[in-house]
């Protein structure tokens, strides 16, 4: 089965300052990587997906891009963050033939300042 | 545009009562529905899709394409079922879900 690293574990950062979250998967190649933004009473909302390297599907429009340089890499990344940027974000892998099962890693915590 | 319901935040219950979950979904095409669930500090993690019409842990739940809805039930609840509970949807040949907000099950002793 795979296996999701992601860190930090929490964050917290300043408004107006960088950001960079890292994920990576073991146990499959040439995974589907998602991120999700988690909050209370609203559920996952999926920000991007990625099926192979370099490729990157944006959901929402927002202030993040994503980043998938290594096939079991995928970093989410903000020049300039927002308060609003605050919440807590999850990074997910599927195999290539079964998007429907993915496998979650244990998510960032990110504060904004 | 394509949209999961989870009508219920929290449903709470008594142990060895039954639980039933609500989903519904819109979507005009042929959905997958899944159930996902996450239990109190562990990941997020697949509990059953209504293609292979299995039971897993004593939950079951139909597809009923007329209601569009895709109810997750269980006849006793058993306090190790306390959990959030998610559900979520796959269109056709994507590679995404659409999650619903989620509902979280209460099972008290």
């Known amino acids: 089965s795979q296996t999701i690293h992601q860190w930090p574990a929490t964050l917290v950062q300043p408004v107006g300052s960088p950001l960079s979250l890292e994920c990576t998967v073991e146990g499959t190649s040439n995974p589907n990587l998602y991120w999700y933004r988690q909050a209370a009473g609203r559920g996952l909302q999926l920000l991007f997906y990625?099926?192979?390297?370099?490729?990157i599907s944006s959901e929402v429009p927002q202030n993040l891009s994503a980043s998938r340089p290594q096939d079991r890499q995928f970093i989410l990344s903000s020049k300039k963050l927002l308060l609003s940027d605050s919440g807590f974000y999850l990074c997910?892998?599927?195999?290539?033939?079964?998007?429907?099962?993915?496998?979650f890693g244990p998510g960032t915590r990110l504060t904004v300042t | 545009a394509q949209r999961v319901t989870q009508p219920e935040k929290l449903l709470s219950v008594f142990k060895g009562a039954p639980v039933e979950l609500k989903c519904n979904y819109s979507y005009s095409g042929s959905p997958e529905l899944f159930w996902y669930v996450q239990y109190s500090r562990q990941r997020l993690q697949l509990l059953l899709r209504?293609?292979s019409r299995e039971s897993i842990k004593g939950f079951t739940a139909d597809l009923n394409k007329g209601e569009t809805s895709f109810h997750l039930k269980k006849p006793f609840a058993q306090e190790e079922d306390s959990a959030m509970y998610y559900c979520a949807l796959r269109m056709d040949s994507s590679y995404k879900l659409i999650f619903g907000s989620g509902t979280r099950l209460l099972v008290r002793p």
């Open positions: 209504h293609i």
């Open positions: 990625s099926v192979g390297i370099g490729q």
């Open positions: 997910a892998a599927s195999k290539g033939g079964q998007p429907y099962e993915q496998y």
